[in-house]
């Protein structure tokens, strides 16, 4: 059973649907089986091809969530994606407007323009974390945040 309390109070109970929205109480702790341990939470910047080395995970992930965003000219670009090194899915929030693209080959797709634009895939899950080969054209550049699953 995982408990879920206020500290300093006597609330606490089962986590239940209607008090999801507890979660975000800055004093909030939880107790039991959730298994915390295989979850790594990082990130980085890009600005090439080529591959990327991510270590200092500490386990060998089997699923990574990678958010990115990039800016430049008019367009401001945010990418959600997820990649266990075999299959991946990516949304992509792009332009003055949002324009979604979504796609099967990549995990990040930061696109600025039709000449500047970076997508990643992992390539690799790591004994210490996972490998991320970048495509780039043009100019672009990457700032992201993953999760790392265990």
């Known amino acids: 059973m995982v408990k879920v309390g206020i500290p300093g109070t006597r609330q606490h109970g089962a986590l239940s649907q209607r008090d999801v929205h507890s979660l975000s109480h800055p ?3 939880i107790e039991g ?8 939470i990082g ?12 270590t200092g995970v500490g386990f060998t992930p089997s699923l990574v969530i990678i958010i990115a965003y990039a800016t430049g000219g008019v367009n401001q670009i945010l ?3 997820m ?6 899915w990516v949304v992509a929030l792009q332009g003055q407007s949002v324009n979604v693209t979504s796609a099967t ?4 797709y930061c696109y600025i323009d039709t000449s500047n634009y970076l997508r990643g895939s992992i390539t690799s899950m790591d004994a210490d974390g996972f490998t991320i080969t970048w495509l780039l054209t043009g100019a672009c550049s990457v700032t992201f945040k993953y999760i790392a699953i265990q």
């Open 43 to 54: 990130g980085g910047t890009r600005d090439a091809g080529g591959a990327q080395a991510i």
């Open 83 to 88: 990649d266990d090194a075999t299959t991946r």
């Open 27 to 29: 004093g909030l702790y």
């Open 105 to 108: 080959a990549y995990s990040v």
């Open 33 to 40: 089986g959730l298994g915390l341990k295989g979850i790594r």
């Open 79 to 81: 990418s959600i994606g």
